[in-house]
Nanobody, 115 residues
């Protein structure tokens, strides 16, 4: 079975940084697109950043210039470096990846930014 496990969330003050990781494990032949989403209480899920298997990235306007998505194919891991964090970045961050042609989700990691 394929699993995605996120880590790296926590409590940080506004202006601070965090790096989230999303590790894929199991019977993996190929990882295609990987995406970070977030969902704040009472709000819809929001796409944060996407990276293709070729390394092409795309970001939500709200995080452009502050967040960077990257991947390490040897480690089957996708990262989200978050800088200049704002209280409105507070949410549960989920990783989604297309692995072996199927979509998988992680359990999420909480990011809380205090003002």
């Amino acid at each position: 079975q394929v699993q995605l496990v996120e880590s790296g969330g926590g409590l940080v003050q506004a202006g601070g940084s965090l790096r989230l990781s999303c590790l894929a494990s199991g019977r993996i032949f190929r990882i295609y697109d990987s995406t970070w989403y977030r969902q704040a209480p009472g709000k819809q899920r929001e796409l944060v950043a996407t990276i293709t298997s070729g390394g092409i990235t795309n970001y939500a306007d709200s995080v452009k210039g502050r967040f960077t998505i990257s991947r390490d194919n040897d480690k089957n891991t996708v990262y989200l470096q978050m800088n200049s964090l704002k209280p409105e970045d507070t949410a549960v961050y989920h990783c989604n990846a297309v692995i072996n042609g199927l979509h998988y989700w992680g359990q999420g990691t909480q990011v809380t930014v205090s003002s």
